[in-house]
């Protein structure tokens, strides 16, 4: 009941001014915009005015009609083939002209992306000789290192080599005042009695 009452019901005022503004058609151009129009106009260059147009005069004769509107047929055709040969013209030049700046394009990105290889190889050869000067300083480090390791690996083996010598001497020393055999019952006993005072 209550969706047949909405159906009756009168329209909203809001409703009205939607359908007014939808059907009402589209206002005239401004003065302002009727002006940029006259002025561009001027700019513009227009074609010469058709003879097709308001040419036609009935004539009485309907053979003598036919043979004009022939006439104006073949006049027609034969413009319509200029017009259709300038503009496949026109076409043809703006296609090798766009052709070309394509291809101006397409050159210049080559020759841009052939100088940034050759600055990134340029850089990365600079790059490359620094690393291996780098790695010759620290060849160079580590020979100096092992050489002054070696040096002083030779000059402690040397010291104890020396160490063992006087120690080795020391004893050839001490056993070339040992008592023999025959006397050590004697020296004991030698030892034994004279004592030395504390």
Partial sequence: ???SLSFLRKPSSKHLLLRYLSTTPTPSPSPSSTAHVKKHSGDHEFLHPST????WKPPRDPKQAEARLSLLRRDYARKVKEIRKEYIKEMELQRLEKLRKDEAKK????IANEERKAAKAAKKKAEAIEREAAEEEFRRTLVKERAEKLE???VRQTKIEEKKKEKKELLHRQSSIWVDESELEKKTLEAIVDTIPL
Avoid: G, H, T, V
């Avoid at 097709?52 to 040419?55: D, E």
């Avoid at 050159?107 to 080559?110: C, F, G, I, P």
């Fill in 1 to 3: 009941m209550s969706l």
């Fill in 52 to 55: 097709f147009i308001n040419s």
């Fill in 107 to 110: 050159e210049a990105l080559r």
């Fill in 152 to 154: 002083y690996w030779r």
